[in-house]
C-alpha cells in the first residue's frame, strides 16, 4: 500500500516537470492552435528562448515572428529569472511588459505576470526552455507550458547543470509518449 502511494506521487511529481507541448523551434508553436485552446496571453522566458543568454540582440528572424505573435492579439509578458536590465532592455524594445528576478520556479513571478496582463491561469501559455525553472513553475501554476529547444550558445554553469538532469525527463517524456 506504502509502495504504491509512493508510486502514484513519483508519477505525479514527475507529471509537473512535463510540458504539455514540446517543440524544436519558437516557429513549431501554431499560434492558431493556441486559440484553438483558448489562450490570450503567452509569457515568455527570455535566456535561450528568445535570445542567448550571451547576447543582447534578438535574431531578426525570432523578433519578426514575436511581432507577428503581438499583431495577432496575444498579451505577451516576459518573466525572467535575470536581471532587471536584461529584462528592461527587452521589454523595452518590444514594448511588451516584463517581469525580472521572478525566482522560477517559484509561482510569484508568473502570478505578477498574470495581474500585469489581466488574464487568468487557463488563458496563459508559457514558452521556457528549461524543465526545472520554466515547466515547473508554469505547470505548479496550471498554465499550458510549452518547452523549446534552448538556442544554441554559451550557458550560465547553474543551467548546464541542469541541462544534465533535463536530459533524463526528456528521455522519461519520450519513452511515457512512445508507450502510448
Same mark, same amino acid.
Given at each position: 500500500?506504502?509502495? &504504491? !502511494?509512493?508510486?502514484?506521487?513519483? #508519477?505525479?511529481?514527475?507529471?509537473?516537470?512535463?510540458?504539455?507541448?514540446? =517543440?524544436?523551434?519558437?516557429?513549431?508553436?501554431?499560434?492558431?492552435?493556441?486559440?484553438?485552446?483558448?489562450?490570450?496571453?503567452?509569457?515568455?522566458?527570455?535566456?535561450?528562448? *528568445?535570445?542567448?543568454?550571451?547576447? +543582447?540582440?534578438?535574431?531578426?528572424?525570432?523578433?519578426?515572428?514575436?511581432?507577428?505573435?503581438?499583431?495577432?492579439?496575444?498579451?505577451?509578458?516576459?518573466? &525572467?529569472? #535575470?536581471?532587471? %536590465?536584461? =529584462?528592461?532592455?527587452? &521589454?523595452? &524594445?518590444?514594448?511588451?511588459?516584463?517581469?525580472? +528576478?521572478?525566482? +522560477?520556479? $517559484?509561482?510569484?513571478?508568473? $502570478?505578477?505576470?498574470?495581474?500585469?496582463?489581466? %488574464?487568468?491561469?487557463?488563458? %496563459?501559455?508559457? =514558452?521556457?526552455?528549461? =524543465? !526545472?525553472?520554466?515547466?515547473?513553475?508554469?505547470? $505548479? *501554476?496550471?498554465?499550458?507550458?510549452?518547452?523549446?529547444?534552448?538556442?544554441?550558445?554559451?550557458?550560465?554553469?547553474?543551467? $548546464?547543470?541542469?541541462?544534465?538532469?533535463? +536530459? *533524463?525527463?526528456?528521455?522519461?517524456?519520450?519513452?511515457?509518449?512512445?508507450?502510448?
Amino acid at each position: 500500500m506504502v509502495g &504504491s !502511494f509512493y508510486c502514484k506521487a513519483g #508519477n505525479q511529481m514527475l507529471s509537473k516537470l512535463y510540458p504539455k507541448a514540446y =517543440v524544436t523551434s519558437l516557429f513549431d508553436i501554431d499560434p492558431e492552435k493556441l486559440k484553438q485552446r483558448g489562450i490570450k496571453a503567452i509569457l515568455f522566458d527570455i535566456d535561450n528562448t *528568445l535570445i542567448p543568454w550571451d547576447r +543582447k540582440n534578438m535574431d531578426p528572424e525570432i523578433d519578426r515572428w514575436f511581432r507577428d505573435l503581438c499583431r495577432q492579439g496575444f498579451k505577451i509578458c516576459f518573466v &525572467s529569472n #535575470n536581471n532587471q %536590465t536584461r =529584462v528592461e532592455a527587452l &521589454s523595452c &524594445s518590444l514594448e511588451v511588459p516584463g517581469v525580472h +528576478k521572478a525566482a +522560477k520556479p $517559484r509561482r510569484k513571478g508568473l $502570478r505578477k505576470a498574470l495581474s500585469l496582463l489581466g %488574464t487568468e491561469v487557463g488563458e %496563459t501559455a508559457l =514558452v521556457g526552455d528549461q =524543465v !526545472f525553472t520554466d515547466v515547473l513553475a508554469g505547470n $505548479r *501554476l496550471g498554465l499550458y507550458t510549452i518547452l523549446v529547444r534552448p538556442l544554441a550558445g554559451k550557458e550560465f554553469i547553474g543551467t $548546464r547543470i541542469n541541462r544534465q538532469l533535463e +536530459k *533524463l525527463v526528456l528521455r522519461r517524456m519520450r519513452k511515457k509518449l512512445g508507450s502510448q
